[in-house]
Antibody, heavy 118, light 107 residues
Framework: EVQLVQSGAEVKKPGESLKISCKGS????????IGWVRQMPGKGLEWMGI????????RYSPSFQGQVTISADKSISTAYLQWSSLKASDTAMYYC???????????WGQGTLVTVSS | SYELTQPPSVSVSPGQTARITCSAD??????AYWYQQKPGQAPVLVIY???ERPSGIPERFSGSSSGTTVTLTISGVQAEDEADYYC??????????FGTGTKVTVL
């Protein structure tokens, strides 16, 4: 069974750094792209970027380029999303999702809620 | 940048048909995908490559495409279909984009 399990909720202060994770299981992690999606409170889905864990090829949405870093450690089947300096406007639910077989995001993690508040 | 526009809301009575459109603002259009998201849950893929249905998705969900507009149709709507629905596609450079989202209310 394909599963993506994300790290737990985080509460941070503005200016702090953060790295959240997404661990894949039940499939060949290195063979399928994984994307990150932001959902701000009460708002829609926003595609942030995507990584191919096999060679770490990464693409970013222009809206998020330079704002976050996407990475992966294929040895532990885990993808990451990180910030070097959080802002209150980064408060959101973040989902990872895999481009598995359909061409779309077939499987989704449960989401990681990030709250940034002073 | 590539944009996908959906109506903010659609209301439908149980047993009736709900149609949700998704319009692209540029060509060429790549395949479209549809996701259902219920409150407090992660999205679920309900249609892929314009009109294909993943296993486990009820037959009442169908998709179609015409020009730069794709449509998700829910036939014989049930109360459990009340949710937010998002279309998704990609531009020619491999940048993905989600539609603005449509809230489906079952009256």
């Amino acid at each position: 069974e394909v599963q993506l399990v994300q790290s737990g909720a985080e509460v941070k202060k503005p200016g702090e750094s953060l790295k959240i994770s997404c661990k894949g299981s039940g499939y060949s992690f290195t063979s399928y792209w994984i994307g990150w999606v932001r959902q701000m409170p009460g708002k829609g889905l926003e595609w942030m970027g995507i990584i191919y864990p096999g060679d770490s090829d990464t693409r970013y949405s222009p809206s998020f380029q330079g704002q976050v870093t996407i990475s992966a450690d294929k040895s532990i089947s885990t993808a990451y999303l990180q910030w070097s300096s959080l802002k209150a406007s980064d408060t959101a639910m973040y989902y990872c999702a895999s481009l598995y077989s359909s061409g779309g995001f077939d499987y989704w993690g449960q989401g990681t809620l990030v709250t940034v508040s002073s | 940048s590539y944009e996908l526009t959906q109506p903010p809301s659609v209301s439908v009575s149980p047993g009736q048909t709900a149609r949700i459109t998704c319009s692209a603002d540029a060509l060429p259009k790549q395949y479209a995908y549809w996701y259902q998201q219920k409150p407090g849950q992660a999205p679920v893929l309900v249609i892929y490559k314009d009109s294909e249905r993943p296993s486990g998705i009820p037959e009442r969900f169908s998709g179609s495409s015409s020009g730069t507009t794709v449509t998700l149709t829910i036939s014989g709507v049930q109360a459990e279909d009340e949710a937010d629905y998002y279309c998704q596609s990609a531009d020619s450079s491999g940048t993905y984009v989600f539609g603005t989202g449509t809230k489906v209310t079952v009256l």
